[in-house]
């Protein structure tokens, strides 16, 4: 695990700094805090900000270091990407279910028996995978692999 230092007036203050700025929840870290700062004399002379250390956990691929981001966050802004191409092109889905397991969010689409979604050789599904696949790891800064798999109901 990376610790990072993290600074504010207050505790609280340097934790929402840190969190902000890795882009996480307080229940995806580990939160230390190492010195709860002073106020000094009349808030002027010896005044010290509150340290807090924020561990996240990390990963390596190609010696890179890379932290890893809240998978509920990724498996969401997945769904939000496919939800919106999917209205955009009038293709017609239901419901969207997504999980995240070695680093790969795995998405399962209902679709209407109607849909554009399903094809005989699967590109349209193929190339859905792959555009959501480079917004994805562009927006993260990562490298998340993307998963569609497609279920078909009777159109409701």
């Known amino acids: 695990m990376q610790e990072i230092e993290f600074k504010g007036k207050t505790v609280s203050e340097a934790i929402n700094n840190g ?3 890795l882009g996480c929840n307080k229940e995806d870290v580990e939160i230390k805090i ?9 808030g002027l002379m010896g005044a ?9 956990e990390e990963y390596k691929y190609n010696d890179k270091i890379l932290l890893k981001i809240p998978h509920k ?18 293709m017609g889905f239901s419901k969207i279910e997504s999980s995240f ?4 969010v795995n998405l399962n689409i209902t679709v209407t028996k109607n849909s ?8 349209t ?12 790891n562009k927006e993260f800064d990562s490298i998340i692999k993307v998963n569609l798999d497609c279920e ?5």
């Not at 966050?73 to 997945?78: E, F, G, L, N, Y």
């Not at 554009?116 to 590109?123: F, L, M, N, V």
């Open 101 to 104: 397991k070695n680093n790969a």
């Open 152 to 156: 078909i109901t009777e159109k409701v």
């Open 73 to 90: 966050k990724i498996c969401k802004r997945t769904e939000l990407i496919l939800t919106k191409i999917f209205s955009e092109m009038n």
């Open 34 to 42: 190492a010195s709860e700062g002073l106020k000094g004399l009349f």
């Open 116 to 123: 554009y979604i399903i094809d005989k050789s699967e590109q």
């Open 125 to 136: 599904l193929k190339a859905l995978e792959y555009i959501a696949q480079i917004i994805v």
């Open 19 to 21: 969190l902000l700025q």
């Open 48 to 56: 010290k900000p509150a340290v807090v250390l924020i561990s996240v």
